[in-house]
């Protein structure tokens, strides 16, 4: 109640997003550590290329903003008074 639109949008944003670098971060560190395992699977590129280890948590970095931005955006336009009469059932 009382929140700028902007505000709202980007809290949303910024908990979706901080819980998908934590994400990032988490496989980056496994995969690093799992790389003997890893490279049995990889055909044409090395366990440790430093292109896919940079080029792929980007890439899912972004996928992750749109994931969240779209429906922050959505949250944003919601009337609060609409919010609290279908919460409360009526």
Avoid: C, Q, Y
Avoid at 15 to 25: D, F, K, N, P, Y
Avoid at 43 to 62: C, E, H, Q, T
């Amino acid at each position: 109640m009382g929140a700028e639109l902007r505000d709202v949008r980007n809290m949303v944003v910024g908990e979706g997003m901080r819980l998908a670098l934590i994400g990032v971060g988490i496989g980056i560190t496994a995969s690093f550590g799992l790389t003997r395992l890893i490279a049995s699977f990889l055909f044409g590129v090395k366990a440790r290329d430093p292109l896919i280890f940079f080029v792929v948590p980007l890439i899912l970095s972004g996928v992750a903003l749109v994931a969240v931005w779209l429906p922050a955006t959505r949250a944003s336009r919601v009337d609060p008074i609409e919010a609290l009469r279908f919460e409360a059932g009526g």
